[in-house]
């Protein structure tokens, strides 16, 4: 039977770590869509997968995100989807899809993995919007 957990809290706050700890079949991240940029590694002819942000893509970024939880759900799956969430408006497309589904709230700060600059991480505080109903992680 699918069940979608939603992971939200600021860049760094633990979401993607709680996700993978997490006993679903997938975890799903609007970052997933910059990690698919393949480069070529220090001359030696390695091919890798590098981080590559494109505010320009971001919307292209959800949009996937999106459409890969709605067809892992449709399949029967648990599906823990990772992403800040700071707007009700930005899960509410996921809470639409109708399925059993518990939101968590990441409350520490651990410092961005990818260096969100600090005056974005402080619009994102600004903007930050509580879900009735969410259960708060530290």
Partial sequence: MSKLILYRGLPGSGKSTAARKASVDYVFEADDYFNMWPYVGAGNGS???????????????????????????RW????????????????????DLGYDTTVYRMTK??????????DTIDKMIWRFQDYEGEILLN
């Fill in 109 to 118: 700060n651990y410092g961005s993995v990818h260096g969100v600059p600090k």
């Fill in 47 to 73: 091919v890798g997968v590098s981080y590559w942000f494109s505010g320009e893509h971001l919307r292209d970024a959800h949009k996937w995100c999106l459409w890969r939880t709605t067809e892992a759900l």
């Fill in 76 to 95: 029967g799956y648990t599906v823990a989807v990772a992403n800040t969430f700071t707007r009700l408006s930005e899960m509410q497309p996921y809470l």
